[in-house]
């Protein structure tokens, strides 16, 4: 069970320099990683292009990410140098995740990466004020005639908020497109919740190294997910 859980969970790694991303990426093999996201704003800007060879060399599914300071990331520099490196990085991953204020401002670029075969995730994350149910839904709603999967993250201070990004779920033509769940440790139970829901996959870190608030590690999550299904036997993924 445990190998075909792992489809469902990609590890998000966030190298410091060239030389960890090699390490980081080696170690999520060896624990049976499937996909994992590479977060390259942990890299310094001119080692950001030097890791297109890497990528593709990979032999795993990779989702590209390069997130701005505006968006909770670390990268700083110029957007227009930023579109150039995720570009030039991303024509060898199978997904690029691109905040969904980059894919309203670049449709061309959104249309160049699917051209070529890869898959885009427009993310949007809400650290502030959680949004309502009806602004989770219309903001899922529009994306999905953008890119391939969105991604809808909140920041709830009660639990209502909490179900409210699950409940995207219920909407049919959601399910398999939308992955959203809620950011913090207190809601980390909302990641494992997200797959069972319909979600394609959700994100989980290395033992020790999470890249986000609240997220658990990719042997913990496959433990979750194999306990729920063996409790109920009858739950389809």
Known sequence: MRSSLAEKVCVSIMPRNIGEFGQLCERALELGARLVELRLDGLQEGEIGGAARLVQDMSIKKIITLRPSWEGGLYAGDEQKRLELLRRVSVDAEYVDLERRTVDANPRLVEELRNVGVKVISSKHYFGEA???????????????????????????????????????????????????????????????????????????????????????????????????????????
């Open 131 to 237: 949004p309502s149910s009806l602004e989770l839904r219309r903001v899922v709603a529009e994306g999905l005639g953008m890119a391939d999967i969105v991604k809808v993250v909140n920041n709830p201070g009660k639990v209502s908020e909490a179900m409210d990004i699950l409940a995207l779920y219920s909407e049919a033509s959601f399910r398999g497109r939308v992955i959203s769940f809620s950011m913090g440790e207190r809601w980390c139970l909302t990641r494992v919740l997200s797959v069972l829901l319909g979600a394609p996959f959700t994100y989980a870190s290395l033992p020790g190294q999470p890249v986000a608030p609240g997220q658990p590690s990719f042997p913990d999550t496959l433990e979750a997910l194999e306990v729920f299904l063996k409790s109920w036997p009858s739950w389809q993924l």
